[in-house]
Antibody, heavy 121, light 108 residues
Framework: EVQLVQSGAEVKKPGESLRISCKGS????????INWVRQMPGKGLEWMGR????????NYSPSFQGHVTISADKSISTAYLQWSSLKAPDTAIYYC??????????????WGLGTLVTVSS | EIVLTQFPATLSVSPGERATLSCRAS??????LAWYQHKPGQAPRLLTY???TRATGIPARFSGSGSGTEFTLTISSLQSEDFAVYYC??????????FGQGTKVEIK
């Protein structure tokens, strides 16, 4: 089965660091871009950025550039999203999503179930 | 950045009725528009892309149309499992790829 399995929910304090993960299975991970999408409480979906696991090249949304880091380890079919210093507004559900095919990289055909990140003092 | 505006924000529909959701782009996106269905606690699900191409396994009651700046998702006969939030997304211009704010389809 083609799937993306995300790491579990996290509760952190402001200023703490965090890395969440997204592991692909059932497909050739290095052949697909992996995207990260944020959903803040009661809000819609926001694309944060994407990584090509074959060469670890990353594009960020201007809104998230400098605030998060996207990385991947193709040897274990896993992508990561990390923060060096969390803030309360980072509280959200974070989804990873696979890009459909090379011709339509902006279309996301497989999604993870999401990781809830709660930042509170 | 291309802004997508969805309307209505909430659509109340009875099971078996037709639902029509709209998405307007702030500039032309050609046919580079996708629709997703999202239920609480679940992963978003790709419905259509290329404005009108149904994704694998999506029932024929879901149909997308439009081009340029005006797009529509039609659900021909609503089933109980179709009550959810629906998002349009453009992938014509990036970064960033952008989503609309969503339309909630609720039971009337």
């Amino acid at each position: 089965e083609v799937q993306l399995v995300q790491s579990g929910a996290e509760v952190k304090k402001p200023g703490e660091s965090l890395r969440i993960s997204c592991k692909g299975s059932g497909f050739a991970f290095h052949n697909y871009w992996i995207n990260w999408v944020r959903q803040m409480p009661g809000k819609g979906l926001e694309w944060m950025g994407r990584i090509d696991p074959s060469d670890s090249y990353v594009n960020y949304s201007p809104s998230f550039q400098g605030h998060v880091t996207i990385s991947a380890d193709k040897s274990i079919s896993t992508a990561y999203l990390q923060w060096s210093s969390l803030k309360a507004p980072d509280t959200a559900i974070y989804y990873c999503a696979r890009s459909l095919i090379a011709a339509n990289p902006g279309v996301f055909d497989i999604w993870g179930l999401g990781t809830l990140v709660t930042v509170s003092s | 950045e291309i802004v997508l505006t969805q309307f209505p924000a909430t659509l109340s529909v009875s099971p078996g009725e037709r639902a029509t959701l709209s998405c307007r782009a702030s500039q032309s996106v050609g046919s580079s528009l996708a629709w997703y269905q999202h239920k609480p606690g679940q992963a978003p699900r790709l419905l259509t892309y290329g404005a009108s191409t149904r994704a694998t396994g999506i029932p024929a009651r879901f149909s997308g149309s439009g081009s340029g700046t005006e797009f529509t998702l039609t659900i021909s006969s609503l089933q109980s499992e179709d009550f959810a939030v629906y998002y349009c997304q453009q992938y014509y211009n990036w970064p960033p790829w952008t989503f609309g704010q969503g339309t909630k389809v609720e039971i009337k």
